[in-house]
């Protein structure tokens, strides 16, 4: 019997054995691309040969979830109220690719200004540095967020703001360079550990750029898998699906129970969940003239400015504040018929191409529309529920700064669906 009983065992070991091994793959992946060629049948990692580097697929950078793609109908949901008529339903499908889950916040934005005004020249610098007098109003006594709001620690997990568009694309470079100097430590055994984060004036006299650049150490090859894709702004497509997060509202293939105006289910911007936070405002915005957060005792919004970046749920992506507290940069330019031009896949509005600024009567002031035009989402603190619908969408100059804009980045995900 007990032999009998160890027969059986092995032979369920046998077939587990078989099982598993019939589960490896038959041809090779990204991650498991074999040890030779299979177009020439070469090895690979040889002496002075093609190197193939271990790969273990993209990891999440700091602060990024990952947003799986699809297709999804992108455009205003609500009424046109301001009769626009600038982002007409469409359907369009994204590119799968990682966001922040947060938006970037004061402490974030100070270790930027930190790090390169220790490497950097005084004019990029200046450059740099967000406008503080955009809280300031000579009708409101709003002078102690115009000295404290970014810099005093309260403030640190609060919205960065004053930042223009431009100043947030170049955060978006810093901070790539940044993650990937602290990810290839150790990879790179070269002195000073890892590459280079300066940035140079563009008046820097070319002795002194060569000088810094035959003294850096080299950055890791993109070939290497030590690194990861750049950070950047997100596309308005991009930014538009990861805000109505439809995930949460599919069942049995490829079915969705309902469509969405704001990033959570229902037409209202109060929690229907019964509980202790039924009620409760979802998002941080102006409820109506005057109001920025209801009573003491009852302030259901919590916030008469911006808040904490954690302050409210997440939607079901996973990430924070896609409605509310601060509206956010994305990479398009302006154009009030964008969603008849651009492409079906993975869209975006670039400046320069078909619709010419050129074709627009700013110099008599006929026009708004012009390529240093970019397009910001979200809604804030000081806009009513309507703009805190994802379809909305409205422009500013990329060199201006108010403080209802903020922003979060994005990188683009490869070798997976999920």
Avoid at 233 to 252: C, D, H, R, S, V
Wanted: aromatic share 12%.
């Amino acid at each position: 019997m007990i032999q009998k009983y160890h027969l059986q065992r092995a032979a369920y070991v046998l077939l587990a054995t078989a099982a598993l091994a019939s589960c490896k793959p038959k041809h090779p992946t990204s991650v498991q691309p074999g040890k030779k060629s299979t177009a020439t049948g070469i090895a690979y990692n040889q002496k002075d040969g093609f190197q193939v580097k271990k790969f273990a697929g993209q990891k999440a950078g700091p602060n990024l979830v990952f947003i799986e793609g699809g297709r999804f109908t992108m455009g205003a949901l609500e009424e046109d109220v301001m009769n626009t008529r600038d982002n007409r339903e469409r359907t369009v499908s994204i590119q799968s690719f990682y966001m922040d889950e947060t938006e970037m916040a004061n402490v974030h934005y100070l270790e930027y200004l930190n790090a390169i005004s220790r490497d950097s020249s005084e004019e990029v610098v200046k450059a740099a540095l967000p406008d503080t007098t955009v809280w300031s109003n000579p009708l409101s006594f709003n002078d102690s967020y115009v000295t404290q709001y970014l810099r005093y620690p309260a403030f640190r997990y609060y919205p960065v703001v004053g930042v223009s568009w431009v100043q947030a694309n170049d955060y978006a470079i810093w901070r790539s360079n940044a993650v990937n100097n602290e990810l290839a430590k150790g990879s790179v055994k070269q002195k000073g550990g890892g590459f280079s984060l300066k940035r140079k004036s563009k008046k820097a006299d070319d002795a002194a750029l060569a000088e810094a650049t035959s003294t850096a150490p080299a950055k890791p090859s993109l070939e290497s898998g030590t690194i990861l894709p750049d950070y950047r702004l997100p596309t308005e497509a991009e930014w538009e699906y990861a805000a109505k997060a439809l995930i949460g509202t599919q069942y049995m293939d490829e079915n969705q129970i309902n469509q969405r105006i704001y990033p959570w289910d229902g037409s209202s911007v109060r929690n229907p969940k019964k509980g202790r936070k039924q009620g409760q405002m979802l998002a941080n915005f102006k409820r109506g003239r005057g109001d920025y957060a209801g009573i003491a005792g009852r302030s259901n919004d919590g916030a008469i400015i911006t808040a904490e970046i954690y302050a409210y749920p997440a939607n079901d992506f996973g990430l924070y504040n896609m409605a509310g507290n601060v509206n956010e940069w994305v990479m398009d330019v302006y154009r009030p018929l964008s969603y008849q031009d651009v492409n079906d896949l993975n869209p975006v509005r670039r400046n320069g191409y078909v619709d010419d600024a050129k074709n627009y009567d700013t110099k008599n002031k006929q026009s708004l529309i012009d390529d240093k035009l970019r397009v910001y989402k979200g809604g804030s603190w000081n806009d009513v529920a309507y703009w805190l619908s994802p379809g909305t969408r409205r422009f500013l100059d990329q060199d201006s700064a108010t403080a209802m804009i903020g922003f979060r980045c994005a990188m683009i995900g490869v070798g997976r669906n999920k």
